[in-house]
């Protein structure tokens, strides 16, 4: 049982890091993939001691990665790329210049090639992206609260700490495996930084199947963009994890502007470097981080963009799949497509393993850590995040889009070994037979799933709706504008929190009759299904939330569910939380019908408005 909240316990960062030591052990992690070296820091200050950076094994990990330096000596300048990760500048925000330089030094003297800091605050996003142009990242991950740890339900490796504290241990043992999930996906960035130099010309031609793979996927987006001009939809296309720009170059020829970007600067500066070669005008590469930053050009993406690609397993290297999705759907035009690919679930490979280690794989999955092992070359591997494409992905996806086509790829040459596929003729006859297999629609056991989906044509026009009530109330209103937001916590974050005072809006649908349950109620409240269809005399089996594609019918995003201005066709009960018409607020702040604006509007014309709405005690 937990007797005190996490945020009051004071948390050892000696402990984090020993843990995640352990657990980089336990994992096989360790000497694998990488090495890990004692570190001491050797940054200076005045009076001769460590000064504002103050390493050692408490504090820090240092992590050297193989870098094919055997290989490619014409390349690389070292056998091994350094990651150093720092812990104990998780409560900093400001990074004054002085601390900066001493970052910066360190890199400099210790041949650091990349730092990585833990944090458990809010930086600056211009701070952050100073930080990036030094090579040095912000991983955020804060104490979690009670009910995230009661609700953990196993570890892939617990590790006890001295002591009989077992809340302190489950606290620590939560905090370490999402450092190492994040941690993960900076070893792929580190993958990406080392592959740059020999991506095109290594990576695509020396594992077969791979290669094939890739050959497969532009096949397919070939077919898509056909299709596309065919529409007249030419005008902008958008490719997230674009690595060296494979498919960009090919987008460029059809589309009036690519806008390519990749968490990897090296990634970038080779698709540049071509760009440069071929004088080709109309591609814009950026070095961002989708998951974790919004785009540089993001804003006037929205409701714009024709086509919308994530290649090459790029769906998989993403964990909140939801909220990628969203991010396309509202950057597409209606109509427009989104083309994905991710490493499959159901693989042949994972219920069939091959015994030889020749496998025509670049990389392999490892499904029960969420992980995906890359083999840049026989002496360089990395252990990178995946999350494999099944039924809950598929689900996900057919929320907001309609799904036009899932074909996997490969399955038979997946299974085999590289060399048997050196004989060309051999190799033909396989590629021919994995190709046949993609085009049945019952064989899904391909290594990679691809996927095509649509935005559906329909105009989401509830904000002009909400629009035109206001003026037709003659409310007194003004609109907060934001990033866009997917809850009501997101909107707390960015324009402040109004207590009691922010009103979210609940959608039902009422599975046996057709019928849309609107329910308006306090942000701080959670709605009781059970409740509800008490109140409303239903059953509550026949209650459902609404799903995406059914708000979006009404005429909202999700993030901007406004209280009033559904575009229903179908027939709409409406309720009110008896404590909104009863509480003292003089403004009430709640969606627009856009995610990216909130209504702030004052509670007596918001209560004329909604006057035919049912109060009910919630």
């Known amino acids: 049982m937990l007797s005190q909240s996490p945020l009051e316990i004071q948390v050892n960062v000696a402990h984090i890091v020993s843990t995640i030591r352990a657990k980089f052990e336990e994992e096989g992690l360790t000497n694998r993939f990488f090495e890990v070296k004692p570190y001491h820091s050797s940054v200076k200050d005045n009076s001769g001691t460590n000064g504002l950076l103050g ?25 091994v790329y350094r990651l150093l990760i720092i812990f104990s500048l998780y409560q900093e ?3 004054e210049f002085a601390l900066r330089r001493s970052i910066k030094g360190l890199q400099y003297r210790d041949n650091i090639d990349r730092v990585t800091l833990w944090s458990m605050v809010s930086v600056d996003s211009e701070i952050v992206q100073i930080l990036k142009q030094d090579n040095t990242d912000l991983i955020f991950i804060d104490i979690p609260e009670v009910d995230e740890i009661r609700h953990t339900r196993s570890f892939n490796y617990f590790v ?13 043992n939560v905090v370490a495996e999402r450092l190492i999930k994040r941690l993960k996906k900076m070893f792929h960035l580190v993958l990406s930084e080392v592959a740059a130099p020999i991506y095109d010309k290594h990576y695509y031609n020396t594992k077969i199947a791979t290669r094939e793979t890739m050959s497969y996927e532009e096949d397919l987006l070939n077919e898509l963009i056909r299709k596309l001009r065919a529409e007249n939809r030419g005008e902008v296309a958008i490719d997230v994890g674009c690595g060296t720009g494979r498919h960009s170059f090919t987008l460029y020829r059809h589309f009036e502007s690519v806008y390519s970007y990749d968490f990897s600067p090296n990634m970038i500066a080779q698709a540049n470097s071509i760009k440069r070669e071929k004088d080709i005008r109309n591609i814009f590469f950026s070095v ?20 919308v690609i994530a290649s090459f397993g790029m769906g998989s290297f993403i964990e909140d799949t939801a909220s990628m999705l969203r991010r396309f759907y509202e950057w597409l035009k209606p109509g427009g497509y989104i083309f994905l690919s991710f490493y499959n ?16 794989l670049v990389a392999q999955i490892d499904k029960e850590n969420n992980s995906l092992e890359v083999q840049l070359t026989e002496k360089t591997r990395f252990n990178i995040f995946c999350k494999l494409f099944d039924e809950g992905v598929e689900g996900e996806i057919n929320k907001i889009f309609d799904i036009k086509s899932i074909v996997t790829y490969p399955m038979i040459m997946a299974l085999l070994p590289n060399n048997m596929l050196e004989d060309a003729e051999a190799s033909n006859a396989f590629i021919h037979a994995d190709r046949v297999l993609s085009e049945n629609p019952k064989s899904q056991n391909g290594y990679y799933a691809f996927v095509t989906a649509q935005k559906a044509y329909r105009e989401v026009n509830g904000y002009i709706n909400v629009e035109r009530i206001l003026k037709q109330y003659q409310a007194e209103y003004s609109v907060e504008e934001h990033e866009p937001v997917l809850s009501m916590e997101e909107v707390k974050q960015q324009i402040g929190y109004f207590p009691n005072c922010m009103i979210k809006t609940i959608v039902f649908n009422n599975r046996k009759t057709g019928e849309f349950i609107v329910i308006l109620l306090q942000s701080e409240k959670r ?23 059914e708000v979006l019918e009404l005429g909202f995003p999700i993030g901007g569910i406004a209280p009033f201005g559904f575009q229903a066709t179908t027939p709409l009960l409406t309720f009110v939380d008896a404590a909104i018409v009863g509480h003292s607020c003089e403004w009430f702040y709640t969606g627009i019908g856009d995610n990216r604006k909130t209504l702030k509007i004052r509670k007596a014309d918001f209560l004329r408005i909604i006057e035919q709405y049912r109060a009910i005690e919630l």
């Open 55 to 79: 390493l050692d094994a408490s504090n820090c990990i240092l992590l050297e990665f193989a870098q094919p330096y055997d290989e490619f000596s014409e390349i690389y300048r070292s056998r």
């Open 93 to 95: 925000t400001q990074f």
């Open 160 to 172: 006890p700490l001295p002591g009989n504290n077992q809340q302190y241990s489950l606290i620590v």
């Open 288 to 307: 961002n981080d989708f998951e974790y930053e919004r785009l540089n050009d993001e804003a006037q993406f929205y409701g714009r963009c024709d086509l």
């Open 345 to 360: 679930a159901n693989a042949i490979t994972l219920k069939v393993t091959p015994n030889w280690r020749d496998t025509a």
């Open 527 to 549: 709605i009781n299904k059970s409740q509800v269809a008490a109140q409303l005399r239903v059953s509550p089996h026949h209650l459902k939330f609404a799903t995406e594609k």
